[in-house]
């Protein structure tokens, strides 16, 4: 407990009565005082046992902390069934491949050349299927292959079931490359619809006519509205 003079002292300041004492007093009161001084240290002491204590043990954080998150699979259902309809589509063709291409070939026949070049070809497909349903943003690169592919095998297809020089079951067997078609156009337009890293939302910092941000310049639009290039700046007009 303080002594007296101290308690006295504290109250007039509580009162507003009396300016705070200068630490040298301070210190000077504390060295021919033992109550205050005992109090003093005391006090020092359960100040630092409030403020300093053993630090608790805590999982290292740093490394989930600092690293990239992890961006969830784009169109994981479509890019699924498009994996199963790769691995069909490759039964296929080796099926095909295994069956009855090597007797023609071997006898470089132009019927068993060009069988073996179809199964060749369905083969890849199934392989490009596979690679696009593992790799979504591989899924527009195939697009126009298959397309022109799918359209023109339709097309012959349907010409010879009318003629009755193909079998339905023949012709069945091409549903799986139509179906890789229509999940690989759904895979690439998903990964299509992902926003690119740094790029700007619409309406997220334009006005409400879609008027540029602060800062950014102002591009050149022609008479339909689209915005025009700009010209080399190396080349002098003629």
């Given at each position: 407990m303080e002594c007296d003079t101290c308690r006295e002292s504290l109250s007039a300041r509580l009162d507003g009565e009396v300016e705070p004492r200068p630490a040298e007093a301070v210190d000077a009161h504390l060295a021919q005082c033992a109550a205050c001084a005992t109090w003093h240290a005391q006090a020092q002491a359960v100040t630092r046992m409030i403020r300093v204590r053993p630090a608790e043990p805590v999982p290292d954080l740093v490394a989930s902390v600092l690293s990239p998150?992890?961006?969830l699979p784009v169109a994981l259902p479509q890019r699924l069934a498009l994996m199963v309809v790769a691995l069909v589509q490759l039964g296929l063709a080796l099926s095909q491949l295994l069956t009855g291409a090597s007797g023609g070939h071997a006898g470089h026949d132009l019927a068993g050349?060009?069988?073996n070049e179809g199964a060749a070809w369905n083969l890849a497909l199934g392989v490009g299927l596979l690679v696009a349903s593992?790799?979504?943003d591989r899924a527009a690169g195939l697009l126009p292959t298959l397309i022109g592919f799918v359209g023109v095998l339709v097309?012959?297809?349907v010409r010879?079931?009318?003629a009755g020089t193909a079998t339905v079951e023949r012709v069945a067997s091409h549903l799986p490359v139509v179906t890789g078609l229509v999940l690989l156009?759904?895979?690439s337009r998903a990964v299509r619809a992902e926003p690119t890293p740094g790029a700007r939302v619409p309406g997220s910092d334009e006005g409400a006519a879609g008027e540029?941000?602060?800062?950014?310049p102002t591009r050149r639009t022609g008479r339909d509205g689209k915005p025009r290039h700009l010209r080399p700046t190396a080349k002098r007009a003629a």
């Open positions: 998150p992890r961006a050349h060009l069988f593992l790799r979504a097309a012959f297809s010879d079931l009318v156009f759904l895979v540029p941000a602060a800062g950014e």
